[in-house]
């Protein structure tokens, strides 16, 4: 079992940004493909990032393209997500996830961390 636990998130201005880090528990963290989701009020929780088990290979929504970076430090158990350039449309919850590679969903969840970008 692999336990996820966010940090970093908090109140910004737009423009400003932030580093979202997600600390996962157990062995099988390097064994994961890790994403980050978010979930704004009222609507559906949409795909943010991904990274491959070795880090390479980001991939991102095109809403946060050029603006947010997936990195991973395996050493670390850890995964973060870098926001740049934030918009008041960034405001979320962002939850960090992982997946086998063979699993078609994610599997594993955090428990969130809201970003809150005032305007």
């Known amino acids: 079992q692999v336990q996820l636990v966010e940090s970093g998130g908090g109140l910004v201005q737009a423009g400003g940004s932030l580093k979202l880090s997600c600390a996962a528990s157990g062995r099988t963290f390097s064994s994961l493909r890790m994403g980050w989701f978010r979930q704004a009020p009222g609507k559906e929780r949409e795909f943010v990032g991904s990274?491959?088990?070795?880090?390479?290979?980001?991939y991102y929504a095109d809403s946060v393209k050029g603006r947010f970076t997936v990195s991973r430090d395996n050493a670390k158990n850890t995964v973060y997500l870098q926001m740049n350039s934030l918009k008041p449309e960034d405001t979320a919850v962002y939850y960090c996830a992982g997946r086998r590679d063979y699993s078609s969903t994610y599997d594993y969840w955090g428990q969130g961390t809201q970003v809150t970008v005032s305007s």
């Open positions: 990274i491959t088990r070795s880090g390479g290979d980001p």
